[in-house]
DNA sequence: ACCAACTAGTTCAACTTTCAACTACTTATT
DNA sequence: AATAAGTAGTTGAAAGTTGAACTAGTTGGT
């Protein structure tokens, strides 16, 4: 394994800049959700994918989807819970089993604070590339995930 | 502000790859380090960014390069100190200053730690990609940060 | 020389994350 | 039908992160 296969220069500034750009990313796009609407990026995560779900999502399919152990998402659905924003539902043909579901109040925030999120997805990220560009780094994307899914 | 151009179905395909790529590189790299040197990527990137600086670097620099808040940085650098892979050396020409500075215990881990790391970032980002989508992965990443940084 | 405004870095307390231990339920095996 | 092994989710305590308040030193204007 340890073949130790440098990087070259240029791989490496690949690298850094993908490094620094995810890390102000992240930071700009938490902070326009934190300082206007009081929820973290991760927990606007988890609302807006409940928010295609009429009955919600099993605990652990959220989990999966937004790539958190469980526990992290036990205490982010909770959090969310207490502000009203979704409820949980426990599932009738696996009693272990928990749903969580947007509530009315939930449904509202997303309502105000989707324009927010995407405004600064599109700023910051989808404005910074041309169409090619764009799907290059969707393809590259997808390789650096199913390689870490695979763990080939 | 709130023109609300809303994201095309492969935009927001792009957008999601990144966010679950960047997440699963993360934790990969993460958990290399975390289990085989008992040190997180953020705690190794800041020896990394040292061990081009005989004398070390201001806390200062140090937190922009890492793109980490000051209290993270003081607290990440006492980690460090405490482990003795860092010493706090203060300037003399600016007594409010404080260089970071790496021990040779602090080299000696990195030397081990460096090759796994690498091993890690090739493995699962840049093996991922061919040179053109490397080019252009570098100029999009290049084209955020500086939007970021600019806050344009 | 003085004082206000600024900068460097740390500290503190509240909050979030982590991982292992735990409860409760389900599935497979005999 | 009993039991072992597996899965779903929560809990709890330790560790890490945050941002505001703080200390100490520097700079610039008068």
């Known amino acids: 394994m340890n073949t130790s296969r440098w990087l070259s220069e240029n791989e490496q500034l690949t690298w850094l800049s993908y490094l620094r750009a995810s890390k102000l990313l992240n930071d700009r796009l938490d902070n326009d959700l934190q300082t206007q609407f009081h929820i973290s990026l991760d927990e606007y995560e988890v609302l807006a994918m409940l928010s295609t779900e009429t009955h919600g999502l099993r605990m652990s399919s959220l ?20 502000q009203g924003y979704v409820e949980r539902v426990s599932c009738p043909t696996d009693k272990r089993g928990t749903f969580a579901v947007l509530t009315a109040k939930g449904t509202a925030l997303l309502k105000k604070a989707a324009p927010v999120h995407v405004d600064g997805v599109r700023t910051a990220f989808t404005d910074q590339m041309n169409d090619a560009q764009r799907r290059s780094l969707t393809k590259v994307m997808g390789n650096i995930v199913q390689s870490a899914e695979t763990r080939q």
């Open 63 to 82: 989990a999966e989807i937004t790539v958190s152990p469980k526990s992290r998402l036990t205490h982010c659905v909770t959090r969310l819970q207490q």
